[in-house]
């Protein structure tokens, strides 16, 4: 079970004189990117402007370059910006790059690799750590390509700041709303925080499908893309939490800056959980096998004249009950996660009971919701309060919230008090 170093990671402290290259998209929410600059500045932070060509429709580089007090970034091919500052230097002396407003266009460039102008080779170029600030209309939002590219840049790292739930210009309702200035702020003070309000705790995490060996070349899974446990660590990281991610063999990278160790059976992960403990919070969000075959094959199994292969199934060991029921050195706090295909919260309600927990995070993942392996989830969270129903969020939200609640349960007394300084 191997275990990666969390070395390299970049240095969390406190933000004050931080540099933000602020690439503005077109779009009707470019307006607030204005707001977004000026609250910028009042908390300290420098801000460089880059201005796509469609931004220049709804905002001006002069009003940009005022309120900034920085020369605007436009032009791939200006010679003046370049002999000043090539392209790649801008791309990675900030110290974070944030999209506001982050559209369609832009995240499918990022998620493909594109660069075919300033904004978009920024993005490809830099080694920097990139917030995104979503904003479309809702049919372009919920369009199973934009669904596409948010699962591969949330696979790369990339995070993510709304969008909210609103009207729009267009006059439509729902998820597509860009946040707001206040919101934006907040996410990027914490992308810079050295403390967080699970700063001192120590926590596990499981994610991702398991495999489980039939013979040395085929195996038993599931659907799991470990989007969901890889948006938590990152989110528990960010709350100044010490995490411990322990991983199937999952789709998605794991964060930097959390403890990796890496499992491809359930007796594996059984054995790296009990290696972790004590922890204060175990957050077991892995699609852990029911079954495992008895006795795998060392061989390839080969097709016979006599039938098909006989396989006896044993009875994998449950990770969640045993850690919920233990009696010596149990966590405070031990959330389980139930995947559903119907009666959800009778199920999961049914599941947290027998198994002990405290929490279960119920979602439904009939095919027609499509959100196993997809990148949104609608969960609902089951405690001895009840049953609360969250509306369907990007899988970084669903991790946003839960790692908030966490903290209220584990660190109800905030650190600090307001927007962390920048």
Same mark, same amino acid.
């Given at each position: 079970?191997?275990?990666?170093?969390?070395?390299?990671?970049?240095?969390?402290?406190?933000?004050?004189?931080?540099?933000?290259?602020?690439?503005?998209?077109?779009?009707?929410?470019?307006?607030?990117?204005?707001?977004?600059?000026?609250?910028?500045?009042?908390?300290?932070?420098?801000?460089?402007?880059?201005?796509?060509?469609?931004?220049?429709?709804?905002?001006?580089?002069?009003?940009?370059?005022?309120?900034?007090?920085?020369?605007?970034?436009?032009?791939?091919?200006?010679?003046?910006?370049?002999?000043?500052?090539?392209?790649?230097?801008?791309?990675?002396?900030?110290?974070?790059?944030?999209?506001?407003?982050?559209?369609?266009?832009?995240?499918?460039?990022?998620?493909?690799?594109?660069?075919?102008?300033?904004?978009?080779?920024?993005?490809?170029?830099?080694?920097?750590?990139?917030?995104?600030?979503?904003?479309?209309?809702?049919?372009?939002?919920?369009?199973?390509?934009?669904?596409?590219?948010?699962?591969?840049?949330?696979?790369?790292?990339?995070?993510?700041?709304?969008?909210?739930?609103?009207?729009?210009?267009?006059?439509?309702?729902?998820?597509?709303?860009?946040?707001?200035?206040?919101?934006?702020?907040?996410?990027?003070?914490?992308q810079f925080s050295s403390q967080g309000r699970l700063q001192g705790?120590?926590?596990?995490?499981?994610?991702?499908?398991?495999?489980?060996?039939?013979?040395?070349?085929?195996?038993?899974?599931?659907?799991?893309?470990?989007?969901?446990?890889?948006?938590?660590?990152?989110?528990?990281? $960010? *709350? /100044? +939490? !010490?995490?411990?991610?322990?991983?199937?063999? =999952? #789709? %998605?990278?794991?964060?930097?800056?959390?403890?990796?160790?890496?499992?491809?059976?359930?007796?594996?992960?059984?054995?790296?959980?009990?290696?972790?403990?004590?922890?204060?919070?175990?957050?077991?969000?892995?699609?852990?096998?029911?079954?495992?075959?008895?006795?795998?094959?060392?061989?390839?199994?080969?097709?016979?004249?006599?039938?098909?292969?006989?396989?006896?199934?044993?009875?994998?060991?449950?990770?969640?009950?045993?850690?919920?029921?233990?009696?010596?050195?149990?966590?405070?706090?031990?959330?389980?996660?139930?995947?559903?295909?119907?009666?959800?919260?009778?199920?999961?309600?049914?599941?947290?009971?027998?198994?002990?927990?405290?929490?279960?995070?119920?979602?439904?993942?009939?095919?027609?919701?499509?959100?196993?392996?997809?990148?949104?989830?609608?969960?609902?969270?089951?405690? $001895? *309060? /009840? +049953? !609360?129903?969250?509306?369907?969020?990007?899988? =970084? #939200? %669903?991790?946003?919230?839960?790692?908030?609640?966490?903290?209220?349960?584990?660190?109800?007394?905030?650190?600090?008090?307001?927007?962390?300084?920048?």
């Amino acid at each position: 079970m191997p275990t990666d170093a969390a070395a390299g990671v970049r240095s969390r402290q406190d933000a004050g004189g931080k540099q933000i290259l602020l690439i503005i998209g077109g779009g009707i929410a470019a307006y607030n990117s204005l707001e977004l600059i000026r609250r910028l500045q009042d908390q300290g932070a420098s801000v460089t402007p880059v201005l796509t060509r469609a931004a220049e429709e709804f905002v001006t580089p002069l009003s940009v370059a005022a309120l900034s007090g920085s020369a605007v970034h436009r032009d791939l091919f200006d010679l003046t910006s370049e002999a000043e500052m090539g392209h790649i230097q801008l791309s990675r002396s900030a110290d974070l790059v944030v999209v506001a407003p982050a559209t369609a266009d832009l995240m499918a460039k990022m998620a493909q690799g594109h660069a075919n102008d300033l904004a978009s080779t920024l993005l490809l170029a830099t080694d920097t750590p990139v917030l995104l600030a979503p904003a479309m209309n809702v049919r372009m939002w919920q369009h199973p390509a934009t669904q596409r590219n948010i699962y591969l840049l949330h696979s790369d790292g990339v995070n993510f700041v709304g969008p909210n739930e609103g009207g729009m210009a267009c006059g439509e309702f729902g998820p597509g709303r860009m946040a707001e200035p206040e919101e934006m702020v907040a996410a990027i003070a914490a992308q810079f925080s050295s403390q967080g309000r699970l700063q001192g705790r120590r926590i596990l995490v499981t994610s991702g499908p398991t495999h489980e060996p039939i013979d040395p070349v085929r195996y038993i899974a599931n659907r799991s893309s470990g989007a969901q446990g890889a948006a938590l660590a990152r989110a528990l990281r $960010d *709350q /100044g +939490a !010490e995490v411990v991610f322990i991983t199937g063999p =999952a #789709e %998605v990278r794991p964060p930097e800056g959390v403890e990796v160790v890496r499992v491809q059976s359930a007796l594996e992960m059984e054995a790296a959980v009990q290696a972790a403990l004590p922890v204060d919070v175990g957050v077991f969000a892995a699609a852990v096998a029911d079954w495992r075959v008895a006795s795998a094959s060392d061989r390839k199994l080969k097709k016979s004249k006599d039938g098909l292969p006989v396989l006896e199934f044993a009875e994998n060991p449950d990770i969640l009950r045993s850690v919920s029921q233990m009696t010596k050195g149990r966590p405070p706090l031990v959330i389980g996660f139930a995947a559903e295909t119907n009666d959800v919260v009778e199920n999961a309600t049914a599941k947290r009971l027998r198994k002990g927990c405290d929490w279960i995070v119920a979602n439904d993942v009939s095919p027609s919701t499509g959100i196993m392996g997809g990148a949104e989830n609608a969960v609902i969270l089951i405690s $001895d *309060q /009840g +049953a !609360e129903e969250w509306p369907r969020l990007d899988k =970084a #939200e %669903v991790a946003s919230r839960l790692a908030a609640r966490i903290a209220d349960r584990v660190a109800p007394a905030p650190l600090a008090e307001g927007v962390p300084s920048l």
